[in-house]
């Protein structure tokens, strides 16, 4: 499914205008009767109910007065707070159509804080039309603050049109206060701020409306943007007549004394996940606690960390292998595992995912990523803490960052896979947000997990994105199976794999 920024979808809303002949007041009326048929869907008849609904000054507001007078096709109890003069052109027509047709509107400078509340509390329904898209800027005025507040402590349900206001469309990030709805109705295609915290958390449920932007098929081309969903997603094939190298190998380096169990963990999710065979290279603890859970597992011994060690096992490798390095590796020996990253990315073609302390590794030198060859896919897993440190910039201003992840991999001509409860993966052409999931996989040893079904899917000849789109994807489905959520560890999840691949 196409997401879009909010640049992105006036582009969208100007082409609808000056190529196919659609105006700004039919966008206007679809947009607003849309959000009147959502709430008829999730909430019944509207005749039985009351609603507020609350007008800002830009085209949200419009949108609301556009909803206040389709509401009064069905009940009279509907009344409009506005916060001031429509500053739109087709604001101030429906805004005039709103009131030509027997509508109330109570200007919120008069009512007053108090009287707002009364209205908000004895509503059935409040409709948040204060702003959408064009939000900018931090919400400063004490008096828009309080009222935000007031909704969010007495409504008893609340619709925001297009998105809560107070939320940054295209980070997700709350401008100073934001509106906790319900349910959400956003028009056209979902917004990066439907999927990124704080914003997921504010939207309630999204309904997605059409509203006469003409269908992706015209406009596909400018789409970059992506959120991942069951469909479209691929599988590698089995055909009756393979065999175990029919399947590619996965390579897992990792293991340290610290942490034994990282490497067995990626190794498992890749045996459930169809690998034909599945190898460490890694302490001899690290092997036997592996063989123990798995002896079909093949273990290199590898008790002190040597590029030679390495060299010879990767050195023959077919060409279906695929590299996993860092789970559990730690940051002892140093220079060692520098000169192994430095060979394992630019002296063998096979595709290679640098994982956990690889990252961080890596970030003491990240231009060795630049001495690789141009048709080697290198995958890049990081979560925030990683990425902060990759990038030398604060986990503040990496999280949630797609335009970052985005450049980055543009630069180093990698993928990365910015993992987080909304998890981004991006080449840098095309960018994919991934929701599924929830708190039983934020535990430890869950990213090492991820890489493993990660190499598994491309040694079984997926496109390295393709592979990750549906790694990042199953594995949230496979958390979503824990049956109560959070009361796992991230072993658990192993488990469910198969279960969740069988979905898609
Ligand atoms: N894009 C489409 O296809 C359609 C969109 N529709 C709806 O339109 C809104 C976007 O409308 P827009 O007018 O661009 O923006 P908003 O209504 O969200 O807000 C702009 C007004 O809010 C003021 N503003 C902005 N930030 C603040 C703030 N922090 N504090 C106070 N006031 C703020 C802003 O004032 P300025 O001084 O900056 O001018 C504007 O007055 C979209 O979300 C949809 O709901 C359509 O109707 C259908 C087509
Ligand atoms: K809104």
């Known amino acids: 499914m196409v997401v879009v920024t909010s640049q992105e979808m006036r582009e969208l809303e100007k082409c609808a205008i000056e190529k196919f002949e659609m105006t700004e007041e039919i966008l206007m009326e679809r947009a607003g009767i849309s959000t009147v048929q959502a709430i008829w869907n999730e909430y019944g008849s509207l005749s039985e109910k009351n609603f507020v609904v609350i007008c800002g000054p830009g085209n949200n507001g419009g949108d609301g007065y556009v909803i206040a007078r389709d509401i009064l096709n069905y009940t009279e109890a509907v009344r409009v707070i506005t916060l001031g003069e429509p500053k739109t052109e087709v604001s101030k027509i429906n805004r005039n159509r709103f009131l030509k047709h027997g509508g109330i509107i109570y200007k919120y400078e008069e009512l007053g804080l108090e009287k707002t509340i009364e209205m908000i509390s004895s509503a059935d329904i409040v409709i948040d039309a204060i702003f959408g898209t064009g939000l900018k800027r931090e919400i400063t005025d004490e008096s828009i603050a309080n009222l935000i507040e007031a909704i969010n402590i007495y409504s008893n349900c609340v619709v925001s049109v297009d998105i809560p206001s107070g939320i940054d469309t295209d980070t997700g990030e709350i401008l100073g206060s934001a509106v906790q709805a319900t349910m959400t109705v956003t028009f056209g295609f979902p917004k990066p701020g439907h999927l990124l915290f704080p914003g997921r958390d504010l939207i309630g449920k999204l309904k997605i409306a059409k509203i006469g932007i003409p269908s992706q098929t015209f406009l596909s081309e400018s789409f970059k943007r992506f959120l991942i969903t069951g469909e479209n997603l691929k599988k590698p094939l089995r055909p009756r007549w393979a065999h175990k190298k029919s399947f590619g190998e996965v390579i897992i380096i990792g293991g340290s004394k610290q942490y034994i169990g990282a490497p067995v963990l990626s190794a498992l999710a890749a045996q459930k996940t169809g690998a034909g065979m599945v190898k460490i ?14 002896p079909s597992l093949i273990c290199y011994r590898m008790d002190s960390v040597s590029k030679d060690f390495v060299s010879s096992v990767v050195k023959n490798c077919s060409e279906n292998s695929v590299i996993v390095v860092g789970p559990g590796w730690g940051q002892d020996n140093f220079d060692e595992k520098i000169n192994i990253l430095s060979f394992i990315i630019t002296e063998i073609q096979n595709p290679v995912i640098i994982d956990a302390d690889a990252l961080n590794i890596l970030s003491s030198n990240v231009d060795i990523l ?11 897993t990081p979560h925030p803490g990683e990425f902060s440190r990759i990038t030398k910039l604060s986990t503040k201003e990496v999280k949630g960052n797609y335009t970052l992840a985005e450049r980055f991999s543009e630069e180093y001509q990698v993928i990365t896979v910015l993992k987080d409860a909304t998890t981004i993966v991006t080449d840098g052409n095309t960018t994919f947000f991934n929701i599924s999931g929830n708190t039983s996989l934020a535990k430890a040893g869950s990213g090492d997990i991820l890489s493993g079904i990660i190499g598994s899917l491309i040694s079984q000849h997926l496109d390295p994105l393709e592979a990750v789109k549906t790694s990042v994807y199953i594995f949230g489905i496979a958390g979503e199976m824990i049956q109560a959520e959070g009361f796992n560890s991230s072993y658990d999840v192993i488990s469910k794999l198969p279960e969740a691949f069988s979905k898609i």
């Open 370 to 380: 630049k001495q690789k060859e141009i048709t080697k896919s290198i995958l890049l």
């Open 281 to 294: 290279i890694g302490p001899s603890e690290v092997c036997d606690i592996a063989l123990s859970y798995d």
